[in-house]
């Protein structure tokens, strides 16, 4: 479990035998319901990480809402946008082993996830991953109810794929972006479980020339799959 899930929980636990010594026991229900939520939303399974070559896995849990084709610094670009609900899990972990080169927040509006427009407008956070000659893009995007993102590695760290690197409280949506040559393994609708589900599978390349350097306004969509 995610160490939020104990403070939200043991809060609530506290409040609840709070009110129901000051009031009626009946009055400790709520508190005590809530105090479970939160220990299940918090919860943090494990998982299998595949080890397949050029593997890259799902930042999150969720369903796939958009797939689709953008151009990011004049290059095309494959992007895959999956919705987190308030019943999922919302561990966040690196879709592909490598260096942290870039981590760039920006604030924003907090429009529902499932909203397109909630890609370019909502805050997040923009996490830039290099690895064996690919470069990935995933963005933790804040949704109708979200007011936190965390992201724990900084610029320069080493992550493996699959690795937890945060979370994003209560509903919300992650967007992958990577090279247009992968192979797709995910349409629209699909469930997907972070670290688990292999989104696609990157090419090799021999230099990282330009993947370049993304900026929230490079974007522009292409059509959907």
Do not use: C
Not at 38 to 55: K, V
Not at 156 to 179: A, M
């Amino acid at each position: 479990m995610v160490r939020d899930g104990y403070f939200y929980g043991l809060a609530f636990v506290a409040a609840g035998v709070l009110v129901g010594w000051l009031a009626q026991p009946a009055w400790a229900l709520l508190p005590l319901l809530l105090a479970l939520f939160f220990l299940w939303f918090f919860r943090d399974p494990e998982r299998a990480i595949p080890d397949n070559a050029g593997a890259l896995v799902s930042p999150g849990d969720g369903k796939v809402k958009d797939v689709s084709f953008v151009t990011v610094g004049g290059e095309k670009q494959a992007r895959v946008s999956i919705f987190l609900s308030v019943f999922d899990v919302h561990v966040n972990r690196s879709p592909i082993a490598g260096v942290v080169r870039e981590v760039q927040y920006q604030r924003g509006k907090f429009l529902n996830a499932m909203n397109q427009a909630s890609a370019e407008l909502n805050e997040q956070n923009i996490v830039r991953v290099e690895g064996d000659g690919q470069v990935v893009v995933f963005k933790q995007i804040a949704g109708l109810l979200a007011r936190r993102i965390v992201f724990h590695p900084k610029v320069g760290d080493r992550l493996e794929r699959g690795q937890r690197v945060g979370l994003i409280k209560f509903g919300s949506r992650v967007d992958v972006l990577f090279d247009a040559s992968a192979a797709l393994r995910v349409k629209v609708g699909d469930r997907v479980r972070g670290g688990a589900s292999v989104l696609a599978y990157l090419q090799p390349k021999a230099e990282l020339a330009g993947a370049g350097h993304y900026s929230a306004g490079d974007s522009a969509g292409e059509g959907a799959r």
